[in-house]
Structures are given as C-alpha cells and as structure tokens.
C-alpha cells in the first residue's frame, strides 16, 4: 500500500505570512509521476492549485500565482507547497495529490493524501 501524508498545516497564519507544506510518499516508492497540491473550501469544489511534473515543469492557478511554489526532492519522496503572502481567502483545507506513483512494482494510480487545514486571519 502507500499513502500521502501532508504536513505543515493545522495553523492559523496571519495575512502576510507564510506557511510551507509537505507531503510524503510512504513505502518502497519507486517513482512518482506529477505532484498536485488542491484546495477546498465549504460549499465548494476542489481546486486544483499547483502542479509539478516529474520533469520539475509547474503551473499555477491564477489565484496564487507569485506566492506559492511547488517543488519535490525526489530523495525524500516528498512534495512541498511554499505558501507567501498568504490572504484570508487561501483559508482552506490542501490536499496533496499524485496521478501514478509505483511502490514495489505496483502502480497506483490517483492517490490522494487526507488534507490539512490552512486558516489565514485578517
């Protein structure tokens, strides 16, 4: 089996701040495809934020273009989401998220982590 854990949130930032997100990949991980990182809000569908490709290409939602950056360390099995000036509207819960990642010699597809809490005060 493998699971995505994410780590780093369950805080409450003030506007302006920064917060910065892990999400490791447990078990005999031999590769892992895209990293995403989505956010979701009550009442509102998953958004899909920042994406990181096994090639270290990103994207970006619109909404946090300029102050959020996705990276891996393919070592560590992990994916980070460094969050900067943070707003009030960043308030979510994030989840970490990866297309295929192969353990053993069985691959996985669409895993997701259980999510971690971001609550930014005004």
């Known amino acids: 089996q493998v699971q995505l854990r994410e780590s780093g949130g369950g805080l409450v930032v003030q506007a302006g701040g920064s917060l910065r997100l892990s999400c490791l990949a447990s078990?005999?991980?031999?590769?892992?495809?895209?990293w995403d990182w989505y956010r979701q809000t009550p009442g509102k569908q998953r958004e899909l934020v920042a994406t990181i490709t096994s090639g270290g290409s990103t994207n970006y939602a619109d909404s946090v273009k300029g102050r959020f950056a996705i990276s891996r360390d393919n070592s560590k099995n992990t994916a980070y989401l460094q969050m900067n000036s943070l707003k009030p509207e960043d308030t979510a819960v994030y989840y970490c998220h990866t297309p295929r990642i192969i353990v053993g010699s069985i691959a996985y597809l669409d895993r997701w982590g259980q999510g971690t809490l971001v609550t930014v005060s005004s």
């Open positions: 078990g005999r991980v031999f590769s892992i495809d895209a």
